[in-house]
């Protein structure tokens, strides 16, 4: 769907209704909730013409407690996404005995934290680096696993954001061929942060238009299939614009008390530099 054509289709308000979302307390909590997500997907479907089938949704535990995991759990939810890695990985511990629930892992990565990663992780995606490619790879292949992985697109222009600038894409799926542990399964970006639903429609266009032109020219072993785009503000958008995953916490778990540039670090407030 073209961004002339869907502009009308979504409400205007969007990253100005934090609040809006309880905190989700029960099991029955959390089942109406995870229901009140999907009719909003089916329904952006219907408006886009697609399957609600093709897109996937991403619970994001980040900041809950694992008594409130588990009651998601048992409402349904057996794929959760969290921004910071040490977070992650002690939930991953805790709730062990859960064999089916899997973790990916969707913000920022610092090449010491990489073996975590390796050790746990269901899928990475936030990749935006070839030495976070390294210190995966050679995590990855001392534990005898492959993971699967996103490559981070900043569709945005914000300096402040992590992410490969969308001319950078190519050459860097060209370079990730010599890494056998990885497997691309598709991008990953955030949109702007904004009320206006235009500028935010724009970097999902952005990132469509990008690995449709990318997918005909992908490396073999490259797959670009996937467009992981959208959170509890602004999914329904990503939605006409072919967001195959989605990322949704507050919308789920309820508002958060921590500001979002807390587990969506600047690149200034990262203490390990870019590279």
Known sequence: MSNTESQSLTPPTLHDQHGRWPRAESV?????????????????????????????????????????????????????????????????????DLADLRWSVIGHLQTNKAKLVARFAAEFQALDSLRVAEALERRLQAEGRVLDVFVQVNTSGESSKYGLPPEEVAAFLQSLRAFSALRVRGFMTLALLSADAARVRQCFVRLRELRDRLRQEAPDGIILDELSMGMSGDYEIAIEEGATIVRVGQAIYGARSTPDAHYWPTVAEEEEPRS
């Open 28 to 96: 029955e909590d959390f089942q109406r909730n995870l229901a009140a997500v999907h009719e909003r997907i089916a329904a952006a479907c219907q408006r886009a013409g697609r399957d609600p089938a093709g897109v996937c949704l991403l619970p994001v535990s980040k900041t809950v407690d694992e008594e409130r995991i588990r009651m998601s759990y048992a409402a349904g939810c057996r794929l959760l996404g969290e921004n910071k890695v040490q977070e992650a990985y002690r939930k991953w511990n805790a709730m062990a």
